[in-house]
């Protein structure tokens, strides 16, 4: 049995493992020819704040209301709780109150750790304030945004800094010369007004105020994201809710309201998002024909040679308007540093396409030569695993994190329109 270790020189670090880990944890999410960092700066360029692995936004709220109760309640105590464990303990408590108020209907309504129902001896490994952190910071909800989690507890412990735990922007009458001075060192959570009821009524919905909350935040935060546009305009949002909760990233950038984006970097960002995938489903094709050749059936074979032949056909027009030096600069705007065999590996794939894709030898050797390098000695085109694959292996298509979206544009409208106790 293999095990995975890191060493641990800092929280945020440790962070951005545990979200890697969540990720592959995911038996649907296999990158085997390593194009994720590129798949992830399109997201992170649209939709800054939403990950995979976050399930309804309600937790943003949530969190919020956790941490300013701690703020305001835990941290003037003699000897109060430390953040993280006063998150393990009411985390688990919102959990439990979720199963309660969605009882037996709540096994697809994204409730974190909804499968221990009320026991209150188990609990997800990964919290709720961990999953939603990056979101938190960049939607304005914890300032400064430049601390993990783990930093922000600190802080708040820390005495010197408990007088500067400002719970709320809204009413703030100014300042000496000393605030202006630490303004931007201060400890700040933003979060909604909440009824006195709020924690005996808790559900998973967004309550309508929670709801207008955090579409302000991520509006006033992201206005230059594609996630900040969405939220201007209502009728963008229930142009996307025309679509069914089983639409892709495909179906969406298909939308007539992103060709008439007034920001043309986002439109084109959508289109090369859109056809990143369209030109890199070839190599995944050619991935698959080789694990059949090797490994599978000749009857799957003859399938996925059908669809080469089609991706073929269609290439002239996944290469019309294509700008491969838009791709990179999307990744490097986004900090993002791609392994320099993936750098080649794509922009060679894409010279194939420019060529036509005529060379089968040629797409297959890159194709292998990536996995290798990508998957090392675990790499199936090494032909030395067990045969009887007779499944597609591997990306199936990018969504770009939309179906996260999808949930958070729907039960945002669902609580601003009154139906906030309309399940997912």
């Known amino acids: 049995m293999s095990s995975l270790g890191w060493i641990d020189f800092n929280s945020e670090d440790s962070a951005k493992v545990r979200t890697v880990l969540d990720l592959l944890s995911d038996t649907g999410v296999i990158d085997e020819l390593g194009i994720g ?105 914890i300032s400064p945004s430049n601390l993990s989690l783990v930093e922000f507890g600190r802080r708040l412990a820390d005495g010197k800094h408990r007088l500067h735990a400002l719970l709320k922007e809204s009413g703030d009458g100014g300042g000496d010369d000393d605030d202006a001075m630490d303004h931007e060192h201060r400890i700040r959570i933003h979060a909604p007004e909440r009824p006195e009821d709020y924690w005996e009524t808790l559900t998973i919905n967004l309550t309508k105020e929670e709801a207008e909350f955090l579409r302000f935040q991520i509006r006033a935060n992201q206005p230059d994201s594609l996630l900040g546009q969405i939220l201007m305009d209502t009728a963008i949002m229930d142009e996307i809710l025309e679509l069914s909760p089983s639409a892709n990233f495909e179906d969406f950038a298909a939308l007539p309201f992103v060709g008439s984006l007034k920001d043309e970097s986002l439109r084109v960002t959508v289109r090369q998002a859109r056809d990143f995938w369209r030109l890199l489903e070839g190599a995944h094709v050619r991935y698959n024909i080789q694990l059949q050749e090797l490994l599978g059936t000749s009857e799957k074979l003859g399938g996925f040679v059908e669809r080469w032949k089609n991706w073929r056909e269609l290439l002239p027009q996944y290469l019309a308007e294509w700008d491969t030096g838009f791709m990179w600069s999307v990744v490097h705007e986004r900090g993002s540093i791609p392994k320099p065999s993936t750098r080649q590996f794509v922009e060679e794939w894409i010279e194939e396409c420019y060529a036509g894709a005529i060379n089968e030898s040629r797409c297959d050797a890159l194709v292998k030569t990536q996995e290798l390098r990508n998957k090392g000695k675990r790499a199936r085109l090494r032909g030395t695993g067990a045969e009887g694959i007779n499944s597609w292996i591997g990306l199936d298509g990018l969504n770009y994190r939309f179906s996260e979206v999808y949930q958070l544009v729907r039960d945002i409208r669902n609580a601003e329109l009154g139906k906030g106790g309309v399940d997912a």
């Open 37 to 141: 960092v590129i798949r992830d700066s399109f997201a992170d360029r649209m939709f800054p704040g939403i990950s995979t692995v976050q399930t309804r936004p309600k937790y943003f709220t949530l969190t919020a209301h956790l941490l300013k109760d701690y703020a305001e309640n835990e941290v003037p105590k003699t000897r109060p709780r430390s953040l993280a464990k006063y998150l393990e303990e009411e985390e688990k408590w919102c959990r439990i109150e979720f199963v309660k108020a969605h009882g037996e209907g709540r096994q697809n309504l994204g409730i974190i750790g909804g499968t221990f129902g009320t026991d209150t001896n188990r609990d997800v490994v990964r919290k709720p304030s961990s999953i939603y952190w990056t979101g938190l910071r960049q939607y304005g909800f």
